[in-house]
Each structure stands twice: as structure tokens, then as C-alpha cells.
């Protein structure tokens, strides 16, 4: 996975708030419940605010939610599996002087991967207790009837950045 190395870093204009620490943005993924996942298929984008859950293991990043098995999004992922997704939070506005000079406190991370379907029942509980955590802060148990009825995405993350503006 590339943590805002290489490339990326031409793309960041303001590199006074990049975040170059990797545990910076986890702790942001930490205090975020929406992600937005934008895809494409035929050249027409379409981008969907979702919660989700996480883990990170043997420096790989996963990211899971979950939908109804039919719908544009589940067509979508199913024809180009490939996504960016973004997530912000720690919001605040900061006052100034005039208009010019206001601005807002955020963090924020942005990233690319590749979505997956998860078919198996076990790993469907194991996944959506991942999102319940990060949702509830507690894990709950799923029967099989209720994860059959839904699907899980699993996005395994191949490049992420962060940035973040603190207020003074």
C-alpha cells in the first residue's frame, strides 16, 4: 500500500498539511463512521456516502460496508471494482477578519483500492462487526439469515494520503 509517498506528493497542494505519519491517519479512520466511495463505469462517476468499518494487518488496510445485493452501486462495483474513497471529520469553523479569511478545521484521509464481494457467512458476521465497532463501539451477533440478506464489500486499500488543519 503507498502511505503519500512518491507520486502523490506532487499532487498535494498544501503540503503543510499533508499528514506523512501512517498511525496520524489511522487515528483519523479511528474518529470517522462515513466514507464516500465514488466509482465509474462508462465515464459517468457516481459517489456514495457509506458507513464502514476496519482493520489493519500486516500493513494492510481493509475497509468493509455493507448494502442490498441490488441496486446501481452493487452494478457499478460489479462492472469496475476499482474506487477512490475519502472521509474527513474533526470539523470546525475558524473565524476571521473578513471573508477571505475564514477557513475550517478538518482531517481527512483519501485513498484508492479495489472492492470485493464477500460471499462467506462467516466473514460477513466478521466484517460487519468490524463496522458495528466502529459505529457502536460494540459487536453484536448476526444470525445467517440476516447476512444472507445483505452484501459486504470489502475495499483492500492500495494508496492512501491524509491532510488535516487544526484551528490555533
Known sequence: ????????????????????????????????????????????PYVVPVNF???YENEKLELYFHCAKTGKKVDMLKINPNICFE????????????ACAYSFQYSSIIGMGKAEFIEDT???KQYLNKLMLNIAQKEFDFNDQQVADL????????????KQRIAN
Open 87 to 98: 472521509m474527513d471529520c474533526d470539523h470546525q469553523l475558524i473565524q476571521g477578519v473578513s
Open 122 to 124: 462467516d466473514l460477513k
Open 53 to 55: 468499518g476496519y482493520s
Open 1 to 44: 500500500m503507498e502511505k503519500s509517498e512518491g507520486s502523490k506528493k506532487k499532487h498535494m497542494r498544501r503540503r503543510d498539511r499533508e499528514l506523512k505519519d501512517f498511525n496520524a491517519m489511522m487515528e483519523i479512520i479511528k474518529h470517522c463512521q462515513v466514507i464516500h466511495i465514488a466509482m465509474a463505469v462508462d465515464n459517468m
Open 151 to 162: 452484501a459486504i464489500v470489502k475495499i483492500v486499500v492500495s494508496q492512501i494520503s491524509g
